[in-house]
């Protein structure tokens, strides 16, 4: 079975903090993938990385930065923590190379922040 | 831009019932794929079925089928003989080329027993 691991369920920190979020993934995916999703807009994408070292933004990238220095480990930077980017973040990988699985996106449990 | 929109922010339906959700897509792009997502309250977000625009028929799994309307850009969701278990957030979402997806606002589902 495919499994995507995020480091917390649950995360409390200050404004102005820097905060780490990090997914994990164990079955080689190439692709990976940080959203934020609050009530009433679905899933936004922040960042994306189509392998090691290499990223791009997504939708929503201001106030949030990305690193992938291994292609099991992506992991989603808030530099300087703010009220607004209190929110439900979900990470996601996808299997390379398989057309019949293309484009589809298995998801970790999520990670809920809540900025003071 | 491409956007997803899902007009029904909450849906109920007896146990057992049959419920459909909505789905309206824009996309100027003739290949693509579209997802079903559903998120239980302990919020893992799990795969309920795909469709590829190239295929006229209807993905089916189980309980689960699509009503894909290519032309019309709507992609519905039919869950039949809905159970407890089937209680979530149902997400939208089409292929943004390179393995992206756009998402819907999402449509949660309530079962009344």
């Known amino acids: 079975d495919v499994k995507v691991t995020q480091s917390s369920r649950y995360l409390v920190k200050r404004t102005g903090e820097k905060v780490f979020l990090e997914c994990v993934q164990d079955?080689?995916?190439?692709?990976m993938f940080w959203y934020r999703q609050d009530p009433g807009l679905g899933l936004r994408l922040i960042y994306f990385s189509y392998d090691v070292k290499m990223k791009e933004k997504g939708d929503i990238p201001e106030g949030y930065s990305v690193s992938r220095e291994k292609k099991e480990r992506f992991s989603l930077i808030l530099e300087s923590a703010s009220t607004n980017q209190t929110s439900m973040y979900l990470c996601?990988?996808?299997?390379?190379?398989?057309?019949?699985?293309?484009?589809?996106?298995?998801f970790g449990p999520g990670t809920r922040l809540t900025v003071l | 831009a491409q956007t997803v929109t899902q007009s029904q922010p909450e849906m109920s339906v007896q146990e057992a019932e049959t419920v459909t959700l909505s789905c309206t897509y824009d996309t100027s792009e003739s290949d693509y794929y579209l997802f079903w997502y559903k998120q239980p309250p302990s919020r893992q977000m799990i795969l309920v079925i795909r469709q590829e625009a190239y295929k006229q028929q209807n993905a089916t799994e189980n309980r689960f089928s699509v009503n894909f309307q290519k032309a019309a850009k709507s992609f519905s969701l039919k869950i039949s003989d809905s159970q407890l278990g089937d209680a979530a957030m149902y997400f939208c979402?089409?292929?943004?080329?390179?393995?992206?997806?756009?998402f819907g606002q999402g449509t949660r589902l309530t079962i009344n027993p």
């Open positions: 979402a089409q292929s943004q080329g390179a393995q992206k997806l756009v």
């Open positions: 996601a990988s996808t299997i390379p190379g398989l057309a019949a699985y293309t484009d589809t996106q298995y």
């Open positions: 079955m080689d995916h190439e692709n």
